[in-house]
């Protein structure tokens, strides 16, 4: 599976009604519905705000919604596109401003597939969609001269999300590949001869 990393938009426009795709990183549901209040209310002038998302290590968890179109002529072939690029923790919305003319069932759902394979490619392009990898968060806190040498060990390894916080000690957080955190995590332990305590998730 791939993830995506950035916002994606493409636009299409279809016997006058212009549709607007826009692909946004998403891992939750209740973050998906926060994103669909967020661009109803960015468009609020707009005929249609469509979506469909796909969450999960598998993208199994699956959500849609035709948002007034006639039934499957929009959701759900947004969320077919979707499923066939194998892409998770994504969530797509069609906004649509309706044109003058009416598509038909058919004009839709080609309408709506073909703004979300546009959105897609242009994903892919972009290199905005990476393989997924398993991480691990993990934070631990120590003073400044060990955090000095610790942090050297950093570039060795696929750290990202990396935050540092200066107080009376450094608090550091970030994320690391599951196939790499045994080795870091000893590394660490070994370089600060067993004085930080790394706590991960």
């Given amino acids: 599976m791939k993830i995506l990393t950035k ?21 939750k549901q209740d973050e998906a519905r926060a994103i669909l209040k967020s661009q109803k209310e960015k ?6 705000v469509v ?6 290590k598998a993208g199994e968890v699956m959500g849609m919604s035709d948002d007034g179109e006639p039934s499957g002529t929009a959701g759900r072939p947004v969320l077919d596109v979707l ?12 906004t649509r401003w309706f044109g003058g003319t009416l598509l038909g069932t058919g004009g839709l759902v080609k309408a709506y597939g073909g703004a979300a394979k546009e ?32 942090k050297r060990a950093f570039d060795e390894f696929s750290i990202d999300g990396l935050s540092e916080d200066y107080s009376d ?5 970030g994320r ?6 045994a080795a870091f995590f000893e590394k660490v332990k070994n370089l600060s001869a067993g004085k930080i305590l790394i706590v991960s998730q």
Avoid: N, W
């Fill in 119 to 150: 959105l897609l490619s242009q994903c892919q392009e972009s290199g905005a969609l990476e393989e997924y990898v398993p991480k691990k968060e993990f934070s631990f806190e120590c003073d400044y001269a060990l955090y000095k040498s610790v």
């Fill in 176 to 181: 690391i590949p599951k196939s790499e955190a």
């Fill in 51 to 56: 979506h469909a998302f796909m969450l999960g």
């Fill in 83 to 94: 499923r066939g690029s194998g892409a998770t923790d994504i969530m797509l919305t069609v």
């Fill in 43 to 48: 468009y609020a002038d707009a005929t249609h």
């Fill in 7 to 27: 916002q994606v938009k493409a636009e299409i426009v279809v016997k006058g009604s212009r549709f607007l795709a826009e692909a946004i990183p998403c891992q």
């Fill in 169 to 173: 000690k450094v608090c550091v957080k």
